[in-house]
């Protein structure tokens, strides 16, 4: 993602010479940061990941969280889709889109009862 911030940055400098005028400076909406939970590592450069990756971190959420595909992943037991949308990740659930700070908040005491249920019966690695 830097990567790209970095060429397009230059893209616009040189713009700036061709044309003699100076750019305004535009400010980011969204800061991405690459997230180093214990249950979690965001893809670098997959937008949505990093920033899922950031708001568990944020939230300090121990509830085992994998990426499955894009947007689609496997929060504790159960099967969310998430994505981005004006700057804010949402999760698709109960058939409408929820903030994810949100639905975490809501549902991560009750999945960590299930997996807790699931590894008293030896059916959780």
Known sequence: MQEVVNL????????EKQAGVKAPDIKPKIEVKVSSSAYYRAIKGDLVDEMVG??????????PVRRLCDGFYLFGTKKIFIKVNKG??????????????????LNMAEE?????????????D
């Open 112 to 124: 960590q009862q299930k997996i807790d249920d699931l590894k008293r019966t030896s059916e959780w």
């Open 88 to 105: 804010n990740v949402i999760v698709r659930a109960a058939g409408a889109y929820q903030n994810f700070t949100e639905y975490v908040e």
């Open 8 to 15: 397009k940055q230059l893209e616009i400098e040189q713009l």
């Open 54 to 63: 950031n708001l568990l971190t944020g939230m300090q959420c121990t509830l």
